[in-house]
């Protein structure tokens, strides 16, 4: 009978959050109304990030911290990617590059850093010069070496935008918790990942990471954005949820390690196969520590 009960909470709960999800477009009267939740709606809805529960180091019997590589041309993590063309699109949908961009302008994101250590603190003046590159023509050249005001229609400025961004790099930890018996894994941070601005329009420029955010810090930011769900629109997955449930498509490129924490490319050179394998290889590293537990 307990059982039953328990089953029939959890059904109405999802239920209820279902309904929630559809941003009440089957009720408005207007499409002023969409998105918008009555007061009921919200003092019913609970809608905040998971927490993380408290770990000791104690309880901790194996780790290993990962760096990850995210396609965005890869068809899994196009969720991270689209929309990059936001003029005849609603507001509530964005790209997790613009959302990050957005926070970072208005102060909700304070801590970025300079790379994925977290050690050098960065601010929006900081990146802006890895974002924006102003350059100027030969005719404004000219034109300045005549003694004359250089016009506007000489300066070329492009700037990173959502549509540049390549990749994301993430960085982990992979743990295996002895009081739950299992491991798991906590993402630490991320970094989006674009062509160098100075050569952006150049044949093969190099990928750079712009800037990493510390992920704990931007949870209640990326909760509150919503990624596309192909399978059901109406019940958008939040990025916070996307990033730590792994739905995405990854593979590692560096591992913690004695020699500087170095790059799978850095010994593994000029063999793309060969290093996919190797990223492979430790992947089932980790994974196999956690069937190794249960093996007499």
Do not use: C
Not at 264 to 274: D, I, K
């Amino acid at each position: 009978m307990k059982l039953r009960s328990f089953l029939l909470t959890v059904a109405t709960a999802f239920t209820a959050t279902t309904l929630f999800a559809q941003a009440n477009i089957l009720n408005a009267k207007t499409p002023d109304e969409i998105g918008v939740r009555t007061a009921s709606q919200k003092a019913v809805d609970n809608d905040k990030p998971l927490e993380y529960g408290y770990v000791d180091d104690r309880d901790i019997l194996f780790s290993k911290m990962v760096w990850e590589k995210i396609s965005l041309d890869e068809r899994a993590n196009f969720p991270l990617y689209y929309p990059i063309d936001t003029n005849n699109i609603g507001k509530d949908r964005r790209s997790l590059y613009d959302v990050l961009m957005k926070n970072i302008k208005n102060g909700t994101i304070e801590n970025i850093y300079d790379d994925s250590y977290f050690t050098t603190k960065r601010t929006l003046k900081d990146i802006e010069a890895a974002l924006t590159m102003v350059d100027t023509t030969e005719l404004g050249i000219e034109q300045i070496n005549a003694g004359e005001e250089l016009s506007a229609e000489y300066i070329n400025r492009r700037t990173i935008t959502a549509a540049d961004i390549k990749e994301y790099h993430i960085k982990g930890l992979w743990y295996f918790d002895k009081r739950q018996a299992e491991m798991k894994y906590r993402l630490l941070g991320i970094a989006p990942v674009a062509p160098d601005v100075n050569f952006i329009d150049t044949d093969s420029p190099d990928l750079v990471p712009l800037f990493w955010v510390w992920f704990p810090d931007a949870r209640e930011v990326l909760h509150e954005a919503k990624s596309f769900n192909n399978s059901n629109s109406s019940m958008p997955f939040s990025f916070d949820h996307l990033l730590n449930a792994r739905r995405f498509q990854g593979y590692i490129f560096r591992e913690e390690n004695v020699q500087n924490d170095r790059a799978v490319t850095e010994y593994v050179s000029q063999n793309a196969l060969m290093q996919l394998l190797e990223s492979e290889r430790i992947k089932n590293k980790i994974r196999d520590f956690e069937l190794d537990m249960w093996t007499y």
